[in-house]
């Protein structure tokens, strides 16, 4: 190994504990590794910590090499004492615990505006179906862990009957050209040109990601994550700009996978550090974006986000490609994500959507129900109330926990015989009957978004839990 004191005095170990540490660590983690690669990797740590903290080897180093908290560059806030009003949409089918955490929302210092959608349900910080417009500041919690999480459906060049004909060659598809869940990936190689992106080489956490990020890529996430084949019920004058009829058609739903949760993970607690709020708001923490951190984790979560998209355009391209599909069309939107927006005439406001979709004046959307009844091609209608917003979807009305407490894999397996539906992987937790219901959701938020077509699940695939 050839490490000694000096070694580290020369590197600016100054402190004897941190050197001690520094010493403890490399003797038993790095015992394979050069000289020049354990003197950079403890410079990146000395340089770094805040990236180190939760790292299993470096974390205790990485404490000590932190500046204490008195020499910390942190401000303490305080709530307002009564919240902002905010419009509801649905309010008669959303639970109290949803409302009190976007009023606690509505107390933060920089909130300006906001909304809670007719799908809303509980979440951590904000709850999910939640919008919050803030003055010049990002809160990572407010946009979720899965950075990006959005929706894609492509239309393809199809009779209406090909699912029925074609319905094995569809599974066999599902089965070899996707992948669900946090482990491993495809078996064959995936390119894209977000993997080339300049970001990935200006932080350190982005350039310890771009590994994860390339394994992953056109792979999706667990829970209600999806891809289905279905059948679309398009109709006149759509944002497709297709002729109505019907259509076969794919649907995804999945996010940044673990690039987006790794960037969530890190900036939040990078926030909590710099933004000290009452311990009941604390995953409120935001970050300014005029300091360096709020623009690192903007260029991040950016990134994230286009990075959910790549996957999402891999996967619609790998099964056109098996199945010999030729797209029509194709419609996406983001509804976990923060966009910087002009919320009045002249004002700007950076807009977190957890759970929500964009809903701009003419902007199509793509709401889902569940792995049993229909999703919904809209077009925003630009209403400023909702903060130019609609549903993510049908919203859950049980937990995941309640979920797999009330049903069973038979009564799952007869729901879908009955609705038509050939289900690969997934579980109880999904139970359509877990979810709201849909058409109920749409009538809620027809001031919202107009509807263009209907989409139909036939094969869905998700992750088996």
């Not at 690039?259 to 969530?264: E, Y």
């Not at 995953?283 to 950016?302: C, I, P, T, V």
Request: proline share 4%.
């Amino acid at each position: 190994m050839g490490i000694r004191l000096k070694d580290l005095s020369k590197l600016g170990y100054t402190d004897n504990v941190a050197r001690s540490l520094a010493v403890a660590v490399v003797s038993k983690y790095c015992k394979h590794e050069s000289k020049e690669e354990i003197l950079a990797q403890l410079a990146d740590v000395l340089d770094n910590p805040e990236n180190y903290k939760n790292s299993d080897v470096w974390g205790k180093l990485a404490e000590r090499l932190s500046p204490t908290i008195t020499e910390r560059n942190f401000q303490v806030y305080e709530l307002k004492e009564l919240p902002l009003g905010y419009k509801i949409y649905g309010n008669k089918f959303i639970e109290t615990t949803a409302k009190q955490q976007m009023e606690l929302a509505m107390r933060l210092p920089v909130t300006l505006t906001g909304a809670l959608m007719p799908d809303a349900h509980a979440g951590y910080g904000l709850p999910i179906g939640g919008v919050l417009a803030v003055d010049n500041a990002v809160i990572p919690y407010a946009v979720g862990m899965d950075i990006g999480c959005r929706m894609s459906l492509t239309v393809f060049d199809a009779k209406p009957d090909f699912l029925r004909r074609y319905a094995h060659q569809a599974k066999i598809a599902l089965k070899e050209y996707t992948h669900f869940g946090m482990d491993g990936g495809l078996e064959f190689i995936q390119e894209h040109e977000v993997l080339d992106r300049e970001e990935f080489r200006l932080t350190p956490l982005l350039q310890k990601l771009h590994g994860k990020a390339v394994r992953q890529l056109g792979t999706s996430g667990q829970g209600n994550h999806f891809v289905n084949f279905g059948k679309l019920e398009l109709q006149e004058k759509n944002a497709l700009q297709l002729p109505a009829g019907n259509y076969v058609a794919l649907l995804s739903h999945s996010g940044s996978r673990g690039l987006g949760a790794a960037i969530a993970q890190h900036y939040s607690f990078l926030a909590r550090e710099s933004c000290k709020l009452p311990r009941e708001a604390q995953h409120f923490a935001w970050l300014d974006l005029r300091s360096e951190e709020g623009q690192a984790y903007w260029m991040s979560m950016n990134l994230a986000g286009d990075y959910a998209q790549a996957c999402h355009e891999r996967i619609h391209i790998n099964l056109a490609k098996a199945l010999g599909l030729t797209p029509l069309s194709n419609v996406s939107n983001h509804h976990n994500f923060a966009w910087r927006e002009e919320i009045t005439p002249g004002q700007f406001a950076i807009v977190h959507r957890k759970g929500a979709t964009p809903a701009g004046k003419g902007q199509p959307g793509l709401i889902p129900g569940s792995m049993a009844t229909p999703g919904y091609l809209v077009c925003g209608k630009g209403v400023s109330e909702s903060l130019c917003s609609a549903s993510h979807g049908a919203g859950r009305a049980m937990s995941r926990q309640q979920a797999q407490n009330t049903f069973t894999q038979s009564a799952l397996k007869k729901y879908l015989t009955q609705a038509g539906v050939t289900l690969i992987g997934g579980s109880v937790e999904e139970m359509p009957l877990a979810y709201k219901d849909i058409e109920r959701v749409m009538r809620a938020q027809s001031d919202l978004v107009e509807i263009q077509g209907r989409f139909l699940p036939r094969i869905v695939r998700m992750n088996k839990e």
